[in-house]
T-cell receptor, first 119, second 113 residues
């Protein structure tokens, strides 16, 4: 069973550019979440999508956006990149069974991440 | 608001010994889930164990067990018989009223031969 696939794994951009990261969830998983990980701020929630709808959003500026396609694949975009956007961006997918987000059945499975460096 | 606290930035453990990683949490939601993840240097987050707030028994998964003390809002992870491959960053996380997973700052574990 294939895991969560994130592309690209590594990328380098310069300030002011934009970047698009892709995430393919585990087959059958309909929920996709994105997290940013930095040494200073740790792991921070960006947003979560289910059936092409954004259900929850973290406290990030509007430069950070995302979307989910009908096949559950998701992309996130960061426009007008800043040095502080350098981070590991992690995507996670989960089933959506009865019991909701607190159920153990809805454990998040993470991808290997996309490491973004902004110069 | 939900908060996860991991007070141990780093720990050293001898191979084959047990190690306990501390985690305390705060939430006003009576229903929540607690999770532990392992992050090796490769970066991928690996799910280890889950504990629901209404679960009567402590969760166990192989060499991992969760010492859940609800009244103290504590969910410590115990790794028994440590192996060199256990060297990694360990995160405690919680999901409560919303859909997001809130993480603690993490604890780096280094297993010595």
């Amino acid at each position: 069973k294939a895991g969560v696939t994130q592309t690209p794994r590594y990328l380098i951009k310069t300030r002011g550019q934009q970047v698009t990261l892709s995430c393919s969830p585990i087959s059958g998983h309909r929920s996709v979440s994105w997290y940013q990980q930095t040494p200073g701020q740790g792991l921070q929630f960006l947003f979560e999508y289910f059936s092409e709808t954004q259900r929850n959003k973290g406290n990030f500026p509007g430069r950070f956006s995302g979307r989910q396609f009908s096949n559950s694949r998701s992309e996130m975009n960061v426009s007008t990149l800043e040095l502080g956007d350098s981070a590991l961006y992690l995507c996670a997918s989960s089933l959506w069974l009865a019991g909701g987000p607190k159920s153990g059945a809805n454990v998040l499975t993470f991808g290997a991440g996309s490491r973004l460096t902004v110069l | 608001a939900q908060k996860i606290t991991q007070t141990q930035p780093g720990m050293f453990v001898q191979e084959k010994e047990a190690v306990t990683l501390d985690c305390t949490y705060d939430t006003s939601d009576p229903s929540y889930g607690l999770f532990w993840y392992k992050q090796p240097s490769s970066g991928e987050m690996i799910f280890l164990i889950y504990q629901g707030s209404y679960d009567q028994q402590n969760a166990t998964e192989g060499r991992y067990s969760l010492n859940f003390q609800k009244a103290r809002k504590s969910a410590n992870l115990v790794i028994s018989a440590s192996q060199l491959g256990d060297s990694a960053m360990y995160f405690c996380a919680m999901r409560a009223g919303d859909y997001k997973l809130s993480f603690g700052a993490g604890t780096t574990v280094t297993v010595r031969a």
